[in-house]
């Protein structure tokens, strides 16, 4: 079997794993009456519900007697740390582009770390079956972003198709036969260089990807860069350093096939595979022969640019709302976990214990790690997202910029260059783009961004898109300005009643229903005014002996305004926490008492006095 190892990139939407579903059918790598889930190698249950692509996924498929590899990369540049990881392993790309959206922010991210490494792109052109397709404007839009991104002469000859993933077919040019997914094959084939690989060296293997598995335990995947290796040999992992790290026997040696991971005794050179049996070698370290002395390079990962605390739920209803992984020691052992196995996530214990700091690439990597852990039975607390600033060489401030680009309607376009103004952002360009559409670009803060989405979506009436992509440091902004809001504050414990969240309306919108528990310090609704209100949620109305003259109007509520987890976590303040249990989300003031919480405020006024 001749071997081929690619990638597909596409932005998150633009068709990258129904592409890969197809491509499985018709290479009979699945079987025409056999049950497939749409989206395969979407598994993940959040993945499935939020359409998007969080962690890689090999595959493989054979077509005449070529064996391809395919890698479904994310296609959100939270998730880069994965990205640059697994691009390490393939020898080509294919490039998925929407025939009306053309190339955006996270394609650019993508396309930007494979043509640096040298690999050679194919061009998909992908809905060109859409009504507002616009296929020659996206070939011209892919050609400007390689010749910015610097493309070789050899990587701007790329080879082009037009495509419909959903209706099964890639074609040459737009006139030529719709039949089937053959000419992007035959375009793999041809374009696609076989993986450089030495068969008779001895046996290497850089890992890129970690997971554990409840039978086999650690199971990494990688490329052989040379040599083979057999099911039961003895090999050891070494450190990007050089540092042995152990020596053990190989459990499991693991090829794709397919959806499926099946056993084989022997893997060469070129192949992309999984062992089982290391317990300490992790992502980009090296697993190799015994005689072998040198380690494999790994990439050098992007560092995190946001953070936020996560700590143990320390309120009155902690436990009560179905988690049962509670204390410190299981929260710190599965943000461990997922520090060991996500390169691009860092973790580090506060001085009390019971509190982590949890680094990474953005708003949504951090969000959809809470939410897993939230489905895992874990109860926790979260602190607001916050930056991660450094400095230059004479000691000043350098905080991480964004270049956001966003597509909206002509209409929305005064209100959204006026928001991302006040937060600090640069215009750099304004052009429309077709069907009564503006696409804007801007350089601005990272910060700038948080809690930015839902205004943003509310703004455009659900029809803006927003995409975003970290470009480096510069010097610090200054301030920008927060929630002009208060919020309301419980002052009691018990049951909400109807009557007091009633009354409370004309104050601003209220966050929890009638008969949600409730407690001292939990935020239950934003304060028009842009102080803080303690109220009693509680208070239920006074009877008499007397009959009104006409009977009581039953009292309706307006629907709760309900947040989801990034909603939450970008809504909070300084001051404030979100309270993430399996079955409810909180928000609350981080000092439940209202004593020590005025105290509290007090001293940090006066000490803010005092540095001015």
């Known amino acids: 079997m001749q071997l081929r190892n690619l990638a597909i990139i596409a932005h998150v939407d633009h068709g990258k794993t129904t592409m890969v579903d197809e491509l499985l059918k018709q290479s009979g790598a699945v079987r025409s009456n056999q049950q497939v889930e749409e989206r395969a190698m979407d598994s993940g249950d959040l993945e499935k519900e939020r359409g998007i692509t969080i962690l890689a996924k090999c595959t493989s498929v054979d077509w005449n007697d070529v064996r391809m590899n ?12 994965e990205v640059e990881r697994i691009l390490s392993m393939v020898d080509g790309v294919v490039l998925l582009v929407d025939a009306a959206e053309g190339p955006m922010p996270q394609t650019k991210f993508v396309t930007m770390k494979a043509l640096a490494l040298g690999l050679k792109p194919i061009l998909v052109v992908n809905k060109v079956d859409k009504p507002d397709a616009r296929p020659d404007w996206v070939v011209d839009q892919v050609f400007d972003l390689f010749v910015a991104l610097d493309a070789t002469e050899e990587q701007l000859e790329f080879p082009i198709l037009y495509a419909s993933a959903k209706q099964g077919w ?3 040019d737009l006139e030529a036969e719709r039949t ?5 094959f035959e375009r793999i084939v041809e374009h696609v260089l076989p993986p450089e690989a030495d068969a008779d060296g001895p046996f290497r293997m850089l890992a890129t990807t970690l997971e554990s598995d409840p039978y086999l335990g650690r199971i990494l995947t990688g490329r052989i860069f040379s040599g083979k290796v057999k099911m039961g040999e003895t090999v050891k992992g070494l450190a990007a350093d050089g540092t042995l790290l152990e020596q053990v026997r190989l459990t499991k040696l693991l090829a794709f096939r397919g959806l499926k991971r099946e056993p084989i005794e022997v893997a060469e050179a070129g192949d992309i595979i999984a062992v089982a049996g290391l317990q300490k070698a992790t992502v980009a370290d090296t697993i190799c022969a015994l005689s072998v002395k ?33 204390t410190g020691r299981m929260i710190g052992d599965r943000l461990k ?30 969000g959809v790690l809470i939410e897993q852990m939230r489905r895992e039975g874990f109860e926790l607390t979260i602190g607001p997202p916050r930056v991660l600033y450094t400095q230059d060489e004479n000691g000043k401030r350098l905080e991480p910029m964004e270049e956001v680009q966003v597509d909206v ?36 803060p990272s910060r700038g961004l948080i809690g930015y989405q839902s205004e943003f979506l509310a703004d455009t009436r659900g ?91 039953a009292v309706k509520l307006t629907t709760p305004r309900k947040m989801t987890l990034e909603d939450a976590i970008a809504y909070i303040q300084e001051d404030e926490l979100v309270e993430v249990t399996p079955n409810v989300i909180r928000l609350r003031k981080a000092i439940l008492d209202p004593h020590e919480r005025k105290r509290h405020q007090r001293q940090r006024a006066a000490d803010e006095a005092s540095v001015a």
């Open 170 to 172: 890639a074609a040459a």
């Open 337 to 366: 976990r997922e520090a060991e196995s996500n390169v691009a996530i860092r973790v580090t214990e506060s001085a009390d214990k019971d509190a982590f700091e949890v680094a990474g690439r953005g708003e949504l990597q951090l």
């Open 70 to 81: 395919i890698v479904d990369t994310p296609g959100h540049a939270d998730f880069g740390g």
């Open 409 to 444: 309607d002509e209409e929305f376009s005064g209100v959204v260059v006026e928001k991302l103004g006040q937060r600090k952002a640069e215009m750099t360009d304004m052009r429309p783009s077709g069907g009564g559409k503006t696409r804007i670009s801007f350089t601005m």
């Open 180 to 184: 089937s997914m053959n000419p992007l």
């Open 463 to 553: 029809t803006g898109i927003l995409s975003r992509l970290f470009t480096g440091y510069a010097p610090y902004k200054g301030q920008i300005p927060q929630r002009g809001a208060g919020v309301m504050i419980s002052s009691e414990q018990g049951k909400a009643v109807t009557y007091a969240l009633f009354n409370l309306e004309d104050r601003g919108p209220i966050f929890i229903n009638s008969g949600d528990d409730v407690y001292p310090g939990l935020i239950i609704g934003e304060h028009n005014k842009g102080q803080d209100l303690e109220v009693n949620p509680l208070k239920s109305k006074q009877l008499t002996n007397f009959r009104a003259s006409g009977k009581d109007e």
């Open 294 to 326: 040198e380690p494999l390079e790994g990439r050098p990962i992007s560092p995190p640019t946001m953070a936020m605390t996560v700590a143990v739920n320390d309120g009155p209803l902690a436990g009560r709302n179905g988690g049962d992984k509670l």
